[in-house]
């Protein structure tokens, strides 16, 4: 074996590739337990739908573990995003308004958290789960304790934002049919993919996941390169919380709650460090199949509530464990 191979091998993550390993898997039980039902386009349909929502999320998160960091506002982002989608809606806003006060309060949000442990060094798993409570609190207050209900000839109004979960692209006919969201995800995952492993500031997220005080010795301005992570989760969050709106055509201050800790999950199920420095957001991809498809399947074969926490509870600790360097 050549020099040149020995290299090639050695850069391969293969827990990364392992998740691949794990999705046939997953697959296969999936189509046995159901008796093909998992399969059947309407259930995949389901399935790109849900996944695609946890995608946005499990996209911003990734980039802020590669940063040895970790982001669990997310979930209380999204219920804000969601409830003030639909409180605009009300209000008649236009739609690229609409759009632009969304996406600017997500990152509004992330910016907080990047200032706040850039100037007080705090551990990051502390100061956004405070700022997930917070979220959660302005998505109560905006909406008043309660699910906001948008009149149905005020949604006739907003075609793009109350459509775009149920458009279908049709890549092979009568085989391969997914919703147009699926589709803007992937292009997500390949713009954040490009920018992580062909610009200057992506190689800096990497290494301030790698070794934060050599990124700060070799000149690496390692707060500004936070502050970008976090503000990119936080637009994340804010488009998962447009597309979850999208779904329910309502804006529940609750919502973001459903995902849990899956979206920390889906990332280092792909293959993601949760000590930060290697990853890969393209495999993130298959870490939210995953999750997304024993769901799925738990729904299927109408498993018991009580079995359905344990189960994912049983996937959530795993995936740390996937994670985590084995301790002597």
Do not use: H
Not at 202 to 215: D, H, K, M, P, T
């Amino acid at each position: 074996m050549n020099i040149e191979m020995k290299k090639l091998i050695k850069k391969i993550n293969l827990s990364a590739f392992g998740s691949i390993f794990g999705l046939m898997i997953v697959f296969i039980v999936a189509t046995t337990l159901t008796n093909g039902d998992f399969l059947r386009m309407q259930n995949m349909l389901n399935v790109f739908r849900q996944v695609t929502i946890l995608g946005f999320a499990a996209l911003g998160m990734s980039i802020v573990i590669i940063t040895g960091n970790i982001d669990l506002s997310i979930i209380g982002n999204i219920s804000m995003t969601t409830v003030i989608t639909a409180v605009l809606m009300q209000r008649g806003v236009s739609t690229p308004m609409i759009i632009i006060i969304v996406l600017l309060s997500g990152m509004l949000v992330g910016l907080v958290n990047g200032l706040i442990l850039n100037f007080w060094k705090i551990e990051s798993f502390v100061v956004t789960m405070g700022m997930q409570v917070l979220c959660f609190g302005m998505a109560l207050l905006i909406s008043d304790s309660r699910t906001v209900i948008v009149d149905g000839m005020q949604l006739l109004k907003y075609p793009l934002l109350t459509g775009i979960s149920q458009w279908r692209i049709t890549l092979i006919p009568r085989v391969l049919v997914v919703p147009s969201m699926f589709v803007i995800l992937l292009l997500f995952y390949l713009a954040v993919y490009l920018f992580t492993t062909r610009t200057k500031m992506g190689r800096y997220i990497f290494a301030l996941g790698g070794n934060e005080e050599v990124s700060y010795i070799s000149g690496v301005n390692v707060n500004t390169v936070r502050l970008v992570a976090y503000v990119l989760s936080g637009m994340m969050a804010a488009i998962a919380g447009i597309f979850m709106f999208s779904r329910s055509v309502a804006g529940d201050p609750t919502a973001g709650s459903a995902l849990g800790m899956y979206v920390v999950a889906a990332v280092v199920v792909g293959g993601t460090k949760m000590s930060g420095g290697k990853g890969s957001v393209l495999f993130t991809i298959i870490g939210i199949f995953i999750i997304g498809s024993i769901n799925n399947i738990l729904n299927l074969i109408n498993a018991p509530y009580q079995f359905q926490q344990i189960v994912q509870g049983i996937i959530i600790i795993t995936a740390v464990v996937i994670s985590s360097p084995r301790r002597r």
